[in-house]
Every structure is written in structure tokens, then in C-alpha cells.
């Protein structure tokens, strides 16, 4: 089974600051992973997904995450926060098997912007 | 709104009672999950359907829990005899076909055993 791991509960940035989540996967298959967004009450929302396309994958939002397979990381990033990127993001990794794609998610990073 | 559709948004149940949410997934969709959220914690796996063929089950699915999907359609799951440790976000989230596809999430259904 494929397994993924968030580095930091919560973390806590300035706005207009650099966004770094981080995400460390086990698979032992060529990974498909994604970034998911939370809002509170609300359910998950795609902001991007990496399937061996390219190593940086550009999201929504002006997030992008990079594909080390060396590190096995899938870290998000984003230049600068805005108040509105104040939400749980959660990464996950994909295995597919038996025909359909069981998702594996870690157990999510709170970002927290100040003004 | 062509997103996933869950309803209700809010249960609160007494432990004991028996409780139903449903899922009406995107339409061409032909896969279907439900997925469990507990706080602090990322969606766990609970079940899979493709089409109204529920083709995985996870051993967090107790016999308490039963989850259908007739035509392949919207999906309901239901919990008997509920109990505090059922307390949880229900998530449901469709997909297409494909190895590499997204699962889109529904909002939700918060469950409050009390």
C-alpha cells in the first residue's frame, strides 16, 4: 500500500510570504499525487496533479508542486500568500489497482496567513 | 452546479439510531467513493463503486455500515446502531475511467453522534 507523509500540522505564514507545504510518499510503483485543498465544513478541491507529464506541475491558485522521485517528495509551493490560502491542504498518492484509483492521503498541513 | 451532491450537509443522531446520506455523483462519472474524515486527520478509504458494482470495501466498513449505488447512479450509505466513534465527515468524490484520473469530492456530510 502506498502511504504519504506531511511534514508539519500546521504552519504559519505572512502574507505576501513564500508558501512551502511539504509531502514525502512511499509507493512502489511510478506515483500518480495530487495536492487537495480544504476550506472549513467544505469538501476537497483539486489544485494539482502530477502524472509523469513533467517533474513541476502548475495548479490553481498560482500553486505548483515538483516531483523529486530521488526524495520521493511532492512539496507545494507558492511565491507569495494571499489571506485566501488560509485552508488545510492535504497531499495524496494514488494507487491503481482492481480498476479504479484508491486515493492515500496524508493527514493534511494548516496554513495559517497573517496579515 | 455539476459537482458531487451530498445530503445532508449536518446529521446529529442519538447512538443507537440508524442513519442514511446520499451521494449524487457528476453525472458521466462511472466510479463513485466514500471516503471517512475524522479530525485532524486526511480522508480515509471506506468503499468503491464502479458503475453499481461495489468492487472494494474497506475493513474500516464494520458490518454497521452498508453502502449501495442501484443504476449506477446517486449512492447511499448507512450506518446502523450508530455509535460515538461514528462521528466523522462522510465524504463522497466520483471519477472517470482511467489511471490517472481525479476523484472530485462532494461537500460533505458531517455526522454528530451524541
Known amino acids: 500500500a502506498q502511504s504519504v507523509t506531511q511534514l508539519g500540522s500546521h504552519v504559519s505564514v505572512s502574507e505576501g510570504a513564500l508558501v512551502l507545504l511539504r509531502c514525502n510518499y512511499s509507493s512502489s510503483v511510478p506515483p500518480y499525487l495530487f495536492w487537495y485543498v480544504q476550506y472549513p465544513n467544505q469538501g476537497l478541491q483539486l489544485l494539482l496533479k502530477?502524472?509523469?507529464?513533467?517533474?513541476l506541475v502548475k495548479g490553481i491558485n498560482g500553486f505548483e508542486a515538483e516531483f523529486k522521485k530521488s526524495e520521493t517528495s511532492f512539496h507545494l509551493t507558492k511565491p507569495s500568500a494571499h489571506m485566501s490560502d488560509a485552508a488545510e491542504y492535504f497531499c495524496a498518492v494514488s494507487e491503481f489497482g482492481n480498476n479504479f484509483n484508491k486515493f492515500y492521503f496524508g493527514s493534511g498541513t494548516k496554513l495559517n496567513v497573517k496579515p | 452546479d455539476t459537482g458531487v451532491s451530498q445530503n445532508p450537509r449536518h446529521k446529529i443522531t442519538k447512538r443507537g439510531q440508524n442513519v442514511t446520506f446520499r451521494c449524487d455523483p457528476i453525472s458521466e462519472h462511472n466510479r463513485l467513493y466514500w471516503y471517512r474524515q475524522t479530525l485532524g486527520q486526511g480522508p480515509e478509504f471506506l468503499t468503491y463503486?464502479?458503475?453499481?458494482?461495489?468492487?472494494?470495501k474497506s475493513r474500516l466498513l464494520s458490518d454497521r455500515f452498508s453502502a449501495e449505488r442501484p443504476k449506477g447512479s446517486f449512492s447511499t450509505l448507512e450506518i446502523q446502531r450508530t455509535e460515538q466513534g461514528d462521528s466523522a465527515m462522510y465524504l463522497c468524490a466520483s471519477s472517470l475511467g482511467g489511471s490517472n484520473t481525479e476523484a472530485f469530492f462532494g461537500q460533505g456530510t458531517r455526522l454528530t453522534v451524541v
Open positions: 463503486f464502479q458503475n453499481e458494482a461495489q468492487l472494494e
Open positions: 502530477y502524472t509523469s507529464a513533467a517533474t
